[in-house]
């Protein structure tokens, strides 16, 4: 499976940025996956993640009320909308799809050893 990830760029403080992310193979649609950034100084964190159905949905606690995770299965796409961006979201961000999380608790989506695919990251960059 390869993960393209697509979105970013440059946003003023206060803007919104809509990152995508697609999968190669519909079989994408029945895994779980997740978003992660990884900055400077802070190394990579996880920020959202989302169940395969969709039904379920993980955040960061920074970006709680800010984000929404959200997947279009018949698109093999899973989004993150990111509204009210802080100098401090700016990142690159990564998704990333896992195989093994399918009916596993909020506590396993942060780690990023269970997940099995990685996009090649999409830059985002919050001038304030």
């Known amino acids: 499976v390869q993960l393209q990830a697509s979105g970013g760029g440059l946003v003023e403080a206060g803007g919104s940025l809509r990152l995508s992310c697609t999968a190669s193979?519909?079989?994408?649609?029945?895994?779980?996956m997740a978003w992660f950034r990884h900055r400077p100084r802070k190394g990579g964190e996880f920020v959202a993640g989302?169940?395969?159905?969709?039904?379920?949905?993980y955040y960061e606690d920074s970006v709680k009320g800010r984000f929404a995770i959200s997947r279009e299965n018949a698109k093999n796409t899973v989004y993150l909308q990111m509204n009210n961006l802080k100098p401090e979201d700016a990142s690159t961000y990564y998704c990333a799809l896992s195989t093994s999380l399918k009916r596993a608790g909020s506590e396993y989506y942060p780690i990023p050893e269970l997940y099995d695919y990685w996009g090649q990251g999409t830059q985002v960059t919050v001038s304030s």
């Open positions: 193979r519909r079989a994408a649609s029945n895994h779980a």
């Open positions: 989302i169940s395969h159905t969709g039904g379920s949905t």
